[in-house]
């Protein structure tokens, strides 16, 4: 059977909305960002007045933010097969953000499976520091977002500052993470989310 031909009308309603696919991609909302940079930040806060006042074992609230971050990602991939309707065109940035996450989280576990068979928790948190700044320099550069960029630089400079920090110094590596993702996730986070709000105000009017 031969294929139906498009007509030009058809074939310009297709363009359009590969166009207006891959410009939708080039927006975000920043709440995931604000998100996990909250957790993030909050548990190490936590883990840090914790610390200062001995009130529960050091590690209490990263295993509370592992199971809370459990239950978020099991929500993301049960909406994302049965509720999200699935995109009809494949964009290049869709594409490399679905596998950078995927290897964003394969090496996430390598790290906290390392801290739990032997690293000291201060390296440990020190290599984490490094796989966020390299997230987000990725997620900057492919959406050409500056905060994100400068974010990535100073998420590694604190990351670099824990390497040296002493192992019996967990509260000074808790402060330097919780200021990485200060400075790498939730300022950009809330910067995207003026700039995505600020464009959406536009496209309205």
């Known amino acids: 059977m031969e294929e139906k031909k498009l007509s030009e009308q058809e074939s310009l309603l297709i363009i359009q909305q590969m166009i207006q696919t891959a410009k939708q991609e080039q927006k975000d909302d920043g709440l995931g960002w604000i998100l996990w940079g909250w957790l993030l930040f909050a548990a190490s806060a936590l883990t840090w007045f914790n610390m200062k006042f001995e009130w529960f074992s050091v590690y209490l ?24 309707r699935k995109q009809k065109f494949k964009t290049y940035t869709n594409d490399l953000f679905r596998r950078l996450n995927g290897g964003f989280f394969i090496f996430l576990v390598m790290i906290i499976l390392s801290i739990n068979l032997g690293v000291q928790p201060v ?19 492919a959406l050409n ?61």
């Open 123 to 141: 390296k440990g948190f020190a290599l984490l520091l490094g796989l966020y700044g390299f997230w987000i320099l990725i997620y900057g550069t």
């Open 61 to 84: 609230f990263w295993n509370i933010f592992g199971i809370v971050a459990g239950l978020l990602m099991t929500y993301e991939v049960i909406v994302k097969l049965f509720f999200k």
């Open 145 to 205: 977002f500056k905060p994100s960029l400068i974010g990535a630089f100073v998420t590694w400079g604190f990351g670099f500052g824990a390497l040296f920090v002493k192992d019996h110094q967990f509260d000074l590596t808790m402060i330097l993470h919780g200021l990485a993702v200060l400075f790498g996730y939730i300022i950009p986070g809330h910067l995207a989310n003026i700039e995505f709000k600020k464009i959406n105000r536009t496209n309205i009017v």
